[in-house]
């Protein structure tokens, strides 16, 4: 199965080529992998004479182009001619398919265009069986971006000789099954390249993305008309104009999922500068809180934490109170954190408790969750003995405070084995047999509730001779 939708990247110009080990050191699987992940790469580009070009190579005895750049301006017909890719199996003579590659990249006839960047996506196994170096050199050095993709045993010396640089950001080392890990990195690399030259969004949320675009002006006269509208309502246009040295502007306040036509006007007195567009879609709205867990509950607290925890919530406030009731108390709590502590309460109480996000642009999300106190283990009073004859005791208490569901009572002989106990919560006292005469023993009287155990009430008792 392919991986599902991305959100779209359009007004990304450049000619992108694969060049794809096709040769029998390659298995079916891994070459289908391969395939796979091209495609998922490419999903969200906008492909066109004007936008994104691909072209595929095969790295075989004989190099051979699968489709020129200009073939396929759909993504649909572009997901059907890389399914349709065949291997061709041979040798690996990479260097080869390199100076073919560099041929085809600057080739009017192979639908490449002048002025746009070029980037290359080598995909091997790490094999080859011929020389590299010079053929890769002479890519880079007419411009070309070189992104490696290792899915096998490779040396890195040469690999990363072989890619631009850095080699951290233009090459990859990873299993023929693990290629997903590494799709938006490279994609994100491909982009700084083919966005560099154009009018572009970064930083997309869902009510905010900023503008960058190389720099055009020079004069202190010269100034942008910038100008920016909901796709489906151009009638909402908004203008304003932006200084000549600036090469970036935030657009805040916008709509989430929603797509907007920007267009930028180079105004200079000197020259003439074509205005650029370019098409960007915000985000869904992200909502947090979008859970609420309650944890670690006592008698007199309770825990509370939710998520997400998102960069544009600027605190939570905690508004908790019990039911019935009309009493309600706020803690408010930094929007970095995701949880917080909730005390002073009332034993054996339920309460509601609401987390609401406040937002950087002033808006608030709410989610409210009940939490309930656990009883307080109280301890039972007056624990007091009767002589009942011989080697025999009375143990009687007054009950203990709360929802008692019943009472522990424990002897520890001096001699003898020690006795456990368990009583109903309606009886408060038990006879205690087998205490010697002249040995001292301990008795405990625990209640017990639905939640815990309440605290013993412990007394010494000495059996006379």
Known sequence: PLPGPHPSVSNSEGDLLFLLDSSGSVSYYEFSRVKEFIWDLLQPFTFGPKDVQTSIIHISTTPTMEFPFDRHHSAGALLQAIRDTQQLMGDTNTGKALSYAKEKLFSGEAGARPEVPKVLVWVTDGFSTDDISEPMQLLKD??????????????????????????????????????????????????????????????????????????????????????????????????????????????????????????????????????????????????????????????????????????????????????????????????????????????????????????????EKSLSAKACTQEEGSKVRHLRFEDMGPNTLKASWDSADGKVLGYRVRCRRQTGPSSLLSVSPQTHSVLLTDLPAGTTTKVCVRPMYQNQAGRSLCRMVHMQP
């Open 142 to 363: 007419m411009g070309v971006t070189v992104f490696i993709v290792s899915t096998g045993r490779s040396n890195y010396l040469e690999l990363s000789a072989a890619a631009s640089q850095p080699p951290e950001k233009h090459l990859h080392f990873v299993d023929v099954d693990d290629l997903p890990i590494i799709t938006q990195e490279l994609r994100d690399g491909i982009l700084d390249v083919i966005q560099a030259n154009r009018l572009h969004a970064v930083d997309v949320t869902s009510s905010s993305f900023r503008l960058v675009w190389p720099k055009l002006l020079s004069q202190e006269t010269d100034y942008y008309t910038l100008e920016y509208a909901p796709r489906g309502d151009l009638g909402k246009k908004r203008t304003q104009q932006v200084s000549g040295v600036h090469t970036t502007l935030l657009l805040s306040n916008l709509a989430p999922e929603t797509t907007y036509e920007v267009a930028l006007i180079p105004e200079s007195n000197v020259h003439y500068f074509p205005p650029q567009t370019t098409r960007v879609t915000t985000l869904a709205e992200e909502v947090s809180p979008a859970q609420v867990l309650i944890s670690e509950s006592g008698p007199r607290s309770f825990h509370v934490s939710w998520a997400p925890t998102l960069d544009s919530v600027i605190s939570y406030q905690i508004l908790y109170g019990p039911l019935p009731g009309n009493s309600v108390k706020l803690l408010e709590v930094d929007g970095k954190h995701n949880s917080t502590v909730v005390d002073k309460l009332t034993p054996n109480t339920t309460y509601l408790v609401t987390v609401t996000a406040v937002y950087k642009s002033g808006k």
